[in-house]
Antibody, heavy 127, light 113 residues
Framework: EVQLLESGGGLVQPGGSLRLSCGASGFAFSNYAMNWVRQAPGKGLDWVSAVSGSGDTSFYADSVKGRFTISRDNSKNTLYLQMNSLRAEDTAVYSC????????????????????WGQGILVTVSS | DIVMTQSPDSLAVSLGERATIHCKSS????????????LAWYQQKPGHPPRLLFYWASTRESGVPDRFSGSGSGTDFTLTVSSLQAEDVAVYYC?????????FGQGTKVEIK
């Protein structure tokens, strides 16, 4: 069974930094692209970032580009999201999400559909 | 960016009746070399993370009841619940994975009438 467990969230002041972690188990972690997807309170789903299985390729939403950095440590089965220069509009539940079949081709970017989601962790940016 | 637009924003359906949700992409998500539509559907119940229902627009994820079906191609897609059950009350999202950034529809809230 796939398990994804986020940690590191909390309250931070505008302009501050936070590092999220996601521990993964139940699948061959290094074979799969991984994502961060966020959901502001009462709002819809918003893709944030993706990283390839090897960790050498990453993509970002324009809203976080230059402020957030996704990375992974395949030896620890852990995904990270370093968030700097945080803004009030970054307030959301952040979920670690596993991509689907790694053999899929024809898509731009990394990964494809989102087949397993963590429970999410709340990040609140407020003074 | 590919904009995904769902309709309606919400709908109320009687138990046992059909619920139909539409999703339209601002450009095609069909890739001819693979002959596939790069579109997924998710269900999100209150207080829970989303659950994958379909990928490739119509391939049902394991464990999804067969009263759910996905269809469509190109820019127009449909999620249908043939006989709505109480446990189907949720918000449903479409998502394209043809291009980056990955984008979602705004969600459709399904309730019992």
């Amino acid at each position: 069974e796939v398990q994804l467990l986020e940690s590191g969230g909390g309250l931070v002041q505008p302009g501050g930094s936070l590092r999220l972690s996601c521990g993964a188990s139940g699948f061959a972690f290094s074979n799969y692209a991984m994502n961060w997807v966020r959901q502001a309170p009462g709002k819809g789903l918003d893709w944030v970032s993706a990283v390839s299985g090897s960790g050498d390729t990453s993509f970002y939403a324009d809203s976080v580009k230059g402020r957030f950095t996704i990375s992974r440590d395949n030896s620890k089965n852990t995904l990270y999201l370093q968030m700097n220069s945080l803004r009030a509009e970054d307030t959301a539940v952040y979920s670690c999400v596993k991509a689907g079949d790694p053999s899929v081709t024809g898509t731009r970017g990394v990964g494809n559909w989102f087949d397993s989601w963590g429970q999410g962790i709340l990040v609140t940016v407020s003074s | 960016d590919i904009v995904m637009t769902q309709s309606p924003d919400s709908l109320a359906v009687s138990l046992g009746e059909r619920a139909t949700i539409h999703c339209k992409s601002s450009q095609t998500v069909f890739y001819s070399p693979t002959n596939r539509n790069y579109l997924a559907w998710y269900q999100q119940k209150p207080g829970h993370p989303p659950r994958l229902l379909f990928y490739w627009a119509s391939t049902r994820e394991s464990g999804v009841p067969d009263r759910f079906s996905g269809s469509g191609s190109g820019t127009d897609f449909t999620l249908t619940v043939s006989s709505l059950q109480a446990e189907d009350v949720a918000v449903y999202y479409c998502q394209q994975y043809y291009d980056t950034p990955r984008t979602f529809g705004q969600g459709t809230k399904v309730e019992i009438k």
